[in-house]
Each structure stands twice: as C-alpha cells, then as structure tokens.
C-alpha cells in the first residue's frame, strides 16, 4: 500500500477519545483504591527530539528509543501512567499491592487500560514501555506520518 503525503498539520494536544479513557482509567482505578498520575500526554516532535536527544548527544540515560514524529505520544494518541502512594509520592513499582487485594496495582491498571482499548507498551517485544498506555485507532506511525488522522471525536 502506497501513502501520499498530506498535508495533515501535526495534533497539538491530546486525541478528546484518548482524554476521556484516561479521565475513565483514573476514576476506575480511584474505585480501585489505587490512585495513579498521568506524568506525560501530548508531546510534541521537538520535545520528543529533545528526549531522544538524552544520552545521546546529551548527558543523562536514554529515556526514548524513538525521534520525534515516531511515538504516538506525538499524535496525542499516548499517556504515560505511574502510582501515587497515600504520602503523595508517585512510584513505578510494578510489585506495589496498595489496595491489598493480593494483585499488583499496576497489572490491575494495565487491566482497566486494556479494557478500555488501550495497548500496553508492557506487551511489546524488545523494548519494554511499562508505564506506555496507547490508542492507535489502527493507524500505524507510518500512517501517522503520512498525515492519517484518527477521528477527533465519537
Ligand atoms: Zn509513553
């Protein structure tokens, strides 16, 4: 299949489906007990080159393995999720059973995600995204790139 470049401006804020599941995941997480943060949505292409620039040509560990205009996060179509304990610390503790019901917090959340139509960057081959949560509404990056656009809204 062949893609012609449109001239499709880039998204500047997060997808309003992508918006209302993760309003829908914190509140049915919060039922959960467990209570968790949104720590990234929308990022645009510079502030994704900007990353990817981390532990690379600049100091710091690589936090990115994509440039800018290859993660969905840059099409509004991704959140980042991570706990946030009763001290208001927030955690990336895969292990942590907050709500003491004998499940990992996290796993429970990725469920509720999963549920909803999120796909889980935990389930990807090699490089494992553990806090990535992501709606590609079919489109792949390539598609993305080609200035295919998923709907804005229901
Ligand atoms: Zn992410």
């Known amino acids: 299949m062949e893609y012609k470049k449109r001239n499709t401006p880039m998204p500047t804020m ?18 959960k007990g467990i209570k968790i943060v949104i720590t990234d949505d929308f990022r645009s292409a510079e502030e994704q080159d900007r ?11 690589i936090v990115t393995h994509v440039e ?12 980042d999720f991570a706990l946030q ?26 469920a509720i995600a999963k549920s909803l139509g999120f796909e889980w960057g935990g389930d990807w081959a090699g490089f ?19 200035g295919e656009r998923p709907p804005a809204s229901k």
Request: hydrophobic share 35%.
């Open 51 to 61: 990353l990817y620039a981390k532990g690379r040509t600049e100091e710091g560990s």
């Open 68 to 79: 800018g205009g290859e993660s969905y996060h840059n099409y509004g179509l991704a959140v």
């Open 128 to 146: 494992k995204d553990y806090p990535h949560l992501e709606m590609d509404f079919g489109l792949s990056i390539r598609e993305l790139q080609y």
């Open 85 to 110: 304990q009763n001290d208001g610390n927030v955690v990336w503790d895969l292990k942590r059973d907050g709500n003491k019901n004998g499940e990992s917090d996290w796993m429970e959340v990725v």
């Open 14 to 31: 997060l997808n309003p489906i992508v918006a209302e599941n993760r309003d829908v995941l914190i509140q049915r997480a919060a039922e």
